[in-house]
């Protein structure tokens, strides 16, 4: 039998094999139309995605494919690199000959009296550095979407603009590459920068603010390390994170203060510990921070990267950063930190601040949070300000978070000679009455 002549399509009709005209129905031409739109769509959200997908994650050298760390899709550059610091020895745990004695000697004569550090509660930001995406933006070809996440929807001022606001706390997301390390939140998903990507360029603008506030109150400096795959940083997919790299980022912040930071060997005081040494004498007065910054790794002590940190160190002898731990576990570790991450304030708050912690909460979050809000997060605002914490971050109202503290008769604001615009409390717990 012969082969049949191909059916020929025309208009509302097509001719058949036997060459007669058959009709086709709306609902025929509607399902071949809608076959071939998705098959057409499929292919380009494929393309789209890979190529996502191709950028944002280096493929493996075996497939022959290698994909540059590009600086706009959050990789490291030759700006970046060029404050590289190389290494004075390459083996154990101190790998730059420079990290012991670094702070300046502490007066412990009045520690545990009226001015003692943990007296005192100050406010800033939750991931500091924000700022939201925008059209235009370098990777918005690749994150338009996430402007519909409410986690992602907000922005914070220029970091040395919320020093000029008062606030003296600050939270750095940061993420390590060989030669250098950045700050922004999540790489080419979320990664605008409100004044500076590179680690070092963000230590020379709040150094030269304090250069030229000398006698501010103490910074406290959270940084949190970006170490999920795929979620934060695709270099944690290809490449190991090292305490080379941890080392080179505190290494970053060294060269940049110096002296102004307070090390756990300052706190110890020739204890066994930074905690026993704070419990048995109290925090020294708030005087010997001027001008002096804490610098506090948000990741709890038994976290791989921190076990690193720690371990032959004699319980952080030579670093210049505090881990943090949370209340369940807080003297885990030998008590080698004073610093816990509450979140969220609770009694438990007051009972680690009554063992000497200092404590940070978060007094409101992104999501369902708006000006003219009411129910769950007032009573998050009256527990924050009762129930303690003296690292105070938000991500929003500001103003209204600082006037709850500051109209409460238990704060005292407190403005030292050297700086003026702070918006400190001096805080009245009850165990002081």
Known sequence: ????????????????????????????????????????????????????????????????????DLPTQGGSDNYCDSFYVEPSSSVGPYLYDNTFDISSPIDWSDSGGENALNKFRAIGTHNSYHRQQYPGSPTYWANWWARAIPDWSYEHPPLTQQFSM???????????????????HIQMWDQLTNECTCAASCFKLINDWSEANAGHFPLFIMLEPKLLGFLEDSEAMREEITLEKLLLFEQLAIQS?????????????????????????????????????????WKEIDNELIQLYIENTNGLEGRAFFPYQYFGNRYEGGGITPFLHMDRSSENVVEALEEGFIARIRMNTVPGLSPDDTGESDGRYEDSVNQGGNIISFDQRYDYCWELLKNDERCEVFTPAGDKNAKVCKWTYNSDQ
């Not at 007669?20 to 494929?46: D, E, I």
């Not at 750095?172 to 060989?178: A, E, G, P, S, V």
Request: proline share 3%; hydrophobic share 40%.
């Open 1 to 68: 039998m012969g082969k049949l002549p191909e059916e020929k399509y025309k208009g509302d009709h097509h001719v058949d094999p036997e060459g007669n005209k058959v009709s086709v129905s709306k609902k025929s031409r509607c399902r071949k139309f809608c076959c071939r739109f998705f098959a057409v769509t499929f292919g380009l959200l494929t393309t789209y995605i890979s190529t996502i997908l191709i950028v944002y994650k280096r493929v493996q050298k075996r497939i022959a494919i290698d994909t540059l």
């Open 166 to 184: 008062g606030w003296r706390t600050l939270e750095l997301d940061f993420h390590m590459r060989k030669k250098a390390s950045l700050i922004y």
């Open 257 to 297: 203060f110096g002296n102004k930071i307070v090390t756990p060997d300052a706190l110890r005081n020739g204890k066994e510990s930074v905690l026993a040494s704070i419990q048995e004498s109290g925090w020294p007065s708030v005087e010997n921070f001027y001008g002096k910054i804490f610098f506090i790794i």
